[in-house]
């Protein structure tokens, strides 16, 4: 069975022994239940494509609501021995799972890189070396998230929530997977996870990993399959918490889900982060680090900086320097070692991008670079990198998540107004902000988001990561994200009382 799982998941190699192969098809059938890969029961499937080619490339049948129900047992069952493992023992398992990984690591980038479309060598560091040092680093920050502390005569413990639904979307699958089954699993929950069918590589993997890695049956369970097959998993009575990341439609009517069940939630949904650029930050280094965070993933990234804030007074000089860097991210085979900036993930997803810049384009707005009309490769599901500038505060463009390259430019004339037009947005996901450092710093405490950079600072993985309001409740990531699977349980003794 591992063999024959091990041959599936590759896209281009495929042996004999593959479970269907038909015209470069990869049909995957089964699901990982209590330990062991099973034949899916169900009839509805999803075709999974190449991005870049628009060739069918997998099938992913549907789990039913029966193999939601015996996953969910599954990972009820194997709850009680997981959460009682000394912590280094469940730690020494995570590390294991990270090292299987790391050892199918070509696998996943490739897989990756044709799924979302997204570079093979932005694929290698950001979607898989990543994720698998974050498996890593959760397993080492668990003991101090976990740590017991005692308040006057109560010891407060975090315990373990139970069994957690994970739900994952498509566009950084590895990434999103680790950000809650390493946190979940050190925290002593056990999990269900259900990814999002249109980049299934990284679940069928990471089934693998956990298969060689020996972890206990039932510890983590996979079920593939869509909205529907999510629906069964989160209202199932036996699952104590959903973790879910993905769009904030989704995420409203699975907090609402949740809300009547009295399931805990963590919900990281959308974003329209702002990027303030004050007065004397250099524009030329502005400017390169607002292309390269839009345009990361061809804009397919919950936290890119889509809204650009410049002063009025500067705008050309912006308008120049924005138009240059974009026309450098040239489009092309994610697969060449040189693209920087490949496809989005589906037919569908760019029909909806390319509809939003056409609107825009429509009304009249300055555009700088790319457009709905713009030349792109012919096959593959590509859309140009688009600015548009003197966007207005209310144009639609400004106000919701596109999911694709589209930079939306507007200008300030005071501070107070930079903050205002940052801060008008019912998201809150990210936010950046240029200039002289103590002023910078003044202003990222006045954003109403859950992480700010200032001038240009690097991605921690070890700082909590999640939104404000639209963008979601809860964070993920370090010690936070492993503290978001506890309950808080007090136990008190008898105060000592003095002779
Ligand atoms: P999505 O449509 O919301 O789907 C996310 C996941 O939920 C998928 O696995 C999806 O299955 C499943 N799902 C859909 N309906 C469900 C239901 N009723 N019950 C349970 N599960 C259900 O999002 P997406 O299109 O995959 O991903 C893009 C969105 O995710 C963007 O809006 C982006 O901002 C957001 N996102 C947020 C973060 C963050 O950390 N804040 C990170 C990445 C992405 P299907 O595949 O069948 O739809
Ligand atoms: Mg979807």
Same mark, same amino acid.
């Given at each position: ?7 599936s ?19 995957h ?6 330990g062991?890969?099973?034949?899916a029961?169900g ?10 080619t ?9 789990? #039913?609501e ?8 599954? %990972? ?17 398992y995570?590390?294991a799972?990270?090292d299987?990984?790391?050892s199918?690591?070509e #696998?996943?980038s490739?897989?990756? *890189? ?8 932005l ?6 070396q ?6 890593? *680093? ?7 998230a976990?740590a017991?502390?005692?308040t006057?005569h ?13 739900? #994952? ?12 089954l390493?946190?979940?699993l050190?925290?002593g ?11 299934p590589? %990284?679940a ?6 956990i298969?060689?890695a020996?972890l206990?049956s ?6 593939f399959?869509?909205g ?12 104590d ?11 409203r009517?699975i907090?609402?889900?949740?809300g009547?069940?009295l ?30 965070s ?13 809204r ?5 007074d ?7 320097l ?22 989005l993930?589906?037919?569908e997803?760019r029909?909806r ?6 609107e825009a ?7 700088? *670079?790319?457009?709905?009309? &713009?030349?792109?490769?012919g ?11 003197r966007?207005?505060v ?16 507007? #200008? ?7 903050l205002?037009? %940052? ?14 450092e103590s ?10 988001a859950?992480?700010v950079?200032v001038?240009g600072?690097?991605f ?5 990561f999640?939104?404000f309001?639209?963008?979601g ?11 978001e699977f506890?309950?808080?349980? &007090? ?9």
């Amino acid at each position: 069975m591992l063999r024959q799982w091990r041959s599936s998941i590759g896209h281009e190699c495929l042996p004999a022994s593959a479970p269907e192969k038909r015209n470069n098809d990869v049909i995957h059938r089964q699901h990982f239940i209590n330990g062991a890969w099973a034949e899916a029961l169900g009839w509805n499937e999803t075709t999974v494509h190449d991005s870049a080619t628009e060739q069918a490339i997998g099938k992913v049948v549907h789990a #039913t609501e029966p193999e939601v129900d015996t996953a969910v047992a599954a %990972a009820r069952s194997a709850y009680a021995g997981w959460s009682q493992l000394p912590l280094e023992a469940r730690a020494a398992y995570v590390r294991a799972i990270a090292d299987r990984l790391e050892s199918h690591a070509e #696998t996943l980038s490739s897989g990756i *890189s044709a799924e979302t479309g997204m570079p093979i060598k932005l694929v290698r560091r950001i979607q898989v070396q990543a994720p698998i040092s974050a498996w890593r *680093s959760t397993a080492d920050a668990a003991a101090r998230a976990l740590a017991e502390t005692q308040t006057g005569h109560s010891c407060i413990a975090r315990v373990p929530v139970g069994v957690v639904a994970a739900i #994952t979307p498509w566009n950084y699958p590895l990434h999103q997977i680790t950000g809650k089954l390493a946190a979940a699993l050190m925290a002593g929950c056990t999990v269900v996870l259900k990814p999002s069918e249109l980049a299934p590589t %990284a679940a069928h993997v990471l089934g693998l990993a956990i298969e060689e890695a020996a972890l206990p049956s039932g510890v983590v369970n996979i079920v593939f399959g869509d909205g529907s097959t999510g629906e069964s998993l989160i209202t199932h009575p036996q699952v104590d918490m959903v973790s879910f990341t993905g769009s904030t439609s989704v995420g409203r009517h699975i907090a609402s889900v949740a809300g009547h069940a009295l399931k805990r939630v963590a919900l990281e949904l959308g974003g329209k982060s702002a990027s303030i650029a004050l007065p004397e930050a250099d524009p030329t280094l502005v400017a390169r680090h607002a292309v390269g965070s839009c345009f990361l993933n061809s804009g397919q990234t919950c936290n890119a900086i889509t809204r650009l804030l410049v002063p009025e007074d500067q705008y050309e000089q912006y308008r120049d320097l924005l138009k240059v860097a974009a026309e450098k991210m040239t489009l092309g085979d994610p697969r060449d070692e040189t693209t920087r900036m490949g496809p989005l993930v589906s037919h569908e997803h760019r029909e909806r991008v390319r509809s939003f810049l056409s609107e825009a384009a429509a009304s009249g707005l300055d555009l700088i *670079s790319g457009g709905p009309d &713009a030349p792109v490769p012919g096959l593959g599901y590509f859309v140009a990198p688009t600015i548009f500038g003197r966007v207005p505060v209310h144009a639609r463009i400004a106000r919701e998540e596109v999911f694709g390259p589209a930079l939306a430019v507007l #200008t300030y004339t005071s501070e107070d107004e930079a903050l205002r037009i %940052a801060n008008d947005t019912e998201y809150g996901l990210a936010a950046a902000v240029w200039g002289d450092e103590s002023r910078a710093m003044a202003i990222a405490q006045r954003m109403r988001a859950g992480q700010v950079d200032v001038n240009g600072a690097p991605f921690n993985p070890l700082a909590p990561f999640g939104g404000f309001g639209a963008s979601g409740m809860g964070r993920e990531g370090g010690i936070h994200g492993i503290a978001e699977f506890t309950e808080l349980r &007090a136990i008190q003794t008898p105060p000592t009382t003095k002779s």
